[in-house]
């Protein structure tokens, strides 16, 4: 209703919806009895090598990052020569003479790849199955980028992989079930499951998106 309050042309219904979620605020328990009276700032420490941080608010996310770094500087390489003079945001230019033009791969997406996975968007790109360097519709993601997630990122479920690594699971219809044998095709070799495991994990992928994304659970 919101929405369509500020853009009615677009005539929006509940069946427009495609995934819900909710987040919960990591909020420093202090022992007020309501949490809306806790504090949001955040704390930062270290305990055998895991630096946690806590609390915070998404309007304050810099300077929650400044502090966890200031808090494992001691852990962290020296920086490189003139590192403290290269420029904090990638152009579009930038993109592309450090990935170059990337086919047909347009400035924002090579801007986006580079912002997201830094120096491992060359590798990303570098996939010799041309289909790889396709869109998956529907997403602003390539297809590169599941296989290079699902090899690389540590996945230990189906639903780490579509619902948090590249959030397939809240851009596509129906969670992106029509998807899943395509999907399955590059996940399957690259995460080393058998087709035991890729049915165990599908099914419970679907199960939870069902009970906690889908939309129809939410307005039925």
Same mark, same amino acid.
């Given at each position: 209703?919101?929405?369509?309050? %500020?853009? &009615?042309?677009?005539?929006?219904?509940?069946? *427009? !919806?495609?995934? %819900?979620?909710?987040?919960?605020? &990591?909020?420093? *328990?202090?022992?007020?009895?309501?949490?809306?009276?806790?504090?949001?700032?955040?704390?930062?420490?270290?305990?055998?090598?895991?630096?946690?941080?806590?609390?915070?608010?998404?309007?304050?996310?810099?300077?929650?990052?400044?502090?966890?770094?200031?808090?494992?500087?001691?852990?962290?390489?020296?920086?490189?020569?003139?590192? *403290?003079?290269?420029? %904090?945001?990638?152009? +579009?230019?930038?993109?592309?003479? /450090?990935?170059?033009?990337?086919?047909?791969?347009?400035?924002? $997406?090579?801007?986006?790849?580079?912002?997201?996975?830094?120096?491992?968007?060359?590798?990303?790109?570098?996939?010799?199955?041309?289909? *790889? @360097?396709? $869109?998956? &519709?529907?997403? +602003?993601? @390539?297809?590169?980028?599941?296989? /290079?997630?699902? $090899?690389?990122?540590? !996945?230990?479920?189906?639903?780490?992989?579509?619902?948090?690594?590249?959030?397939?699971?809240?851009?596509? #219809?129906?969670?992106?079930?029509?998807?899943? &044998?395509?999907?399955?095709?590059?996940?399957?070799?690259?995460? $080393? /499951?058998?087709?035991?495991?890729?049915?165990?994990?599908?099914?419970?992928?679907?199960?939870? /998106?069902?009970?906690?994304?889908? #939309?129809?659970?939410?307005?039925?």
């Amino acid at each position: 209703k919101a929405l369509q309050a %500020v853009f &009615p042309d677009l005539e929006l219904r509940a069946d *427009d !919806i495609q995934a %819900v979620f909710a987040g919960i605020r &990591p909020v420093v *328990d202090t022992g007020k009895t309501n949490p809306s009276k806790e504090s949001r700032e955040h704390v930062v420490w270290q305990e055998d090598g895991l630096l946690t941080v806590s609390g915070g608010k998404l309007t304050t996310f810099r300077l929650m990052a400044r502090d966890a770094l200031k808090s494992i500087q001691e852990r962290l390489p020296e920086p490189a020569a003139g590192a *403290d003079e290269a420029p %904090v945001l990638v152009t +579009p230019e930038d993109a592309e003479a /450090w990935i170059g033009a990337a086919g047909t791969l347009s400035p924002a $997406g090579r801007l986006r790849l580079v912002g997201r996975y830094g120096e491992n968007a060359r590798q990303i790109l570098s996939s010799d199955a041309t289909a *790889d @360097l396709q $869109g998956i &519709p529907g997403t +602003p993601y @390539l297809w590169a980028e599941l296989r /290079w997630s699902a $090899g690389q990122e540590s !996945i230990v479920h189906l639903d780490d992989l579509l619902l948090r690594r590249l959030r397939l699971g809240l851009l596509l #219809p129906g969670g992106g079930r029509e998807l899943l &044998p395509a999907i399955r095709s590059i996940v399957q070799p690259a995460a $080393g /499951w058998d087709a035991l495991r890729w049915q165990q994990e599908e099914t419970a992928y679907l199960e939870i /998106w069902q009970n906690c994304f889908s #939309p129809k659970t939410h307005l039925e």
